[in-house]
């Protein structure tokens, strides 16, 4: 049954829609980076600049431990997207139980190697030595509140999937409160410096998901929750591990050059990196404002593929794309402009690391829309079922063509804007093949619908 807060994804005027649906992401995404935001704010004012790097040169590599499992909350929406799209609600309530058992797992998994080898990644990045120690006890604590980021997703995965994006963010805007006051109860009060704001993410995160399960348990359709009936359903497990193993390999994958890379900023010094760190988190915010126009493109897709409506895709692409460049392109170029200005709010003990953060936020945050766009057509290929090729482009148009560059064109030309310069011609090439790869895809399955005895015959159908 649909809630007024749920827009309907396979009928109705499609921008209107999207933009319905897209807006309220962007602000839930921007409150999940207020957590990082409020972590750097608090310790770059009452900690200093080696705090901030060291909250910094923790995202990437967090990011790559968790993708692998965060990947599979976009099996669970695809999933229930398509469920509900073909109104196949016993799949769609077997999804549901399933997919949080499956969090669990993941959770559980990643505290444990959190916990025990933050060192030892931060070790492999070259980190330096200014920051490392800080660095790991923040990634402990850290990871203590995994379980709760990963329930929280998959349950707002599932809110996605069925139209609802209004209360996950709701329940993010309660925890993001929760998360500031005790930032500056824990670093002010306490003077627990990185270990304080840490702390308070990992509880916030615990908050967000109490909230979102309760939700779900408070539903009367297909998506309900019942604690009791949660399971490890064979066919729901391979429905969305079919599509959420290539998706976290493809963000694992994708990260590991960004780690690399990350590693290459720390060979310029703990200046460098603590002005990186900065710009990064300033980028996270037009990251984000473009990026949920891919969400958005995976659980229409996905809605309009099970109700076999599949002639909007191609529009549902195409808003996407505009929305994706006039959002990205904006924000890029204002994040430059007021690039100083920025950065002050997070260093305000060292112009030299501000100046290179502007360097990024210009060779990164200008161009960066080419990254929704790259984001928005690999969503596309997921929602359509076709998540083994959405990783392999990404593999080889993002981690290849990086991996290639820093081992090549940067040995030769050895300065931060030829290190990120890579991102833009990764991006690129990914866009390309994307669409390569979604003309090919969209070709055979209208050719298999018209032929449904070749379908048959090639696949090996009765």
């Not at 797992?105 to 933050?118: A, E, H, M, N, Q």
């Not at 003309?439 to 696949?459: A, G, T």
Request: charged fraction near 10%; charge should be positive; proline fraction near 2%.
């Amino acid at each position: 049954m649909k809630g007024s807060k749920q827009i309907d994804m396979v009928n109705g005027r499609l921008f209107k829609n999207i933009v319905l649906y897209t807006l309220p992401i962007i602000a839930t995404s921007v409150l999940q980076l207020l957590f990082n935001t409020a972590d750097l704010l608090v310790v770059g004012r009452y900690c200093g600049a080696d705090s901030v790097g060291a909250v910094g040169a923790t995202g990437s590599i967090i990011t790559l431990i968790v993708y692998l499992f965060m990947g599979l909350s976009i099996g669970v929406s695809v999933a229930v997207a398509q469920g509900l799209g073909g109104n196949h609600n016993t799949r769609v309530h077997k999804s549901v139980h399933t997919a949080f058992p499956v969090a669990a797992v993941g959770g559980i998994v990643l505290t444990i190697v959190g916990v025990l080898f933050s060192r030892y990644f931060l070790e492999w990045m070259g980190t330096p030595e200014e920051t490392i120690g800080l660095a790991t006890i923040y990634m402990r604590i850290y990871f203590c509140g995994v379980l709760g980021n990963l329930v929280y997703n998959f349950g707002a995965a599932i809110l996605r999937a069925a139209g609802d994006t209004v209360r996950p963010l709701i329940y993010l805007s309660i925890a993001g409160v929760v998360n500031v006051g005790l930032n500056l109860i824990f670093v002010i009060f306490f003077h627990m410096n990185v270990a304080g704001v840490a702390l308070a993410t990992a509880i916030s995160q615990f908050v967000s998901a109490t909230l979102v399960v309760i939700a779900l348990m408070r539903r009367n359709d297909a998506c309900k929750l019942e604690l009791k009936k949660l399971c490890f359903d064979r066919q729901a497990v391979g429905r969305i591990l079919n599509i959420g193993i290539p998706a976290g390999i493809q963000g694992t994958l994708f990260n590991i050059s960004n780690v690399i890379i990350q590693a290459a900023v720390n060979s310029f010094g703990a200046e460098v990196v603590n002005g990186m760190s900065a710009a990064g988190n300033i980028e996270g915010y037009v990251y984000v404002s473009f990026s949920a126009f891919g969400q958005t493109a995976l659980n229409f897709v996905g809605q309009n593929i099970g109700a076999k409506k599949e002639e909007r895709i191609s529009r549902i692409i195409g808003i996407c794309f505009g929305c994706v460049t006039v959002t990205g392109l904006t924000l890029g170029v204002l994040s430059y402009v007021f690039g100083s200005q920025l950065l002050s709010l997070y260093i305000t003990d060292s112009p030299e690391a501000i100046k290179y953060g502007v360097i990024k936020l210009l060779w990164m945050g200008v161009p960066y829309f080419l990254c929704g766009i790259m984001e928005v057509m690999s969503c596309t290929l997921r929602g359509m079922g076709s998540s083994v090729a959405a990783m392999l482009v990404s593999v080889l148009g993002v981690c290849g063509v990086r991996l290639v560059w820093i081992f090549t064109v940067f040995q030769m030309f050895h300065t931060l804007e030829c290190l990120f310069f890579s991102y833009t011609v990764s991006w690129l090439a990914t866009i390309i093949t994307d669409l390569i790869v979604y003309r090919v895809i969209v070709k055979k399955r209208r050719f298999h619908l018209e032929n449904p005895h070749v379908k048959r015959k090639i696949f090996g159908l009765k």
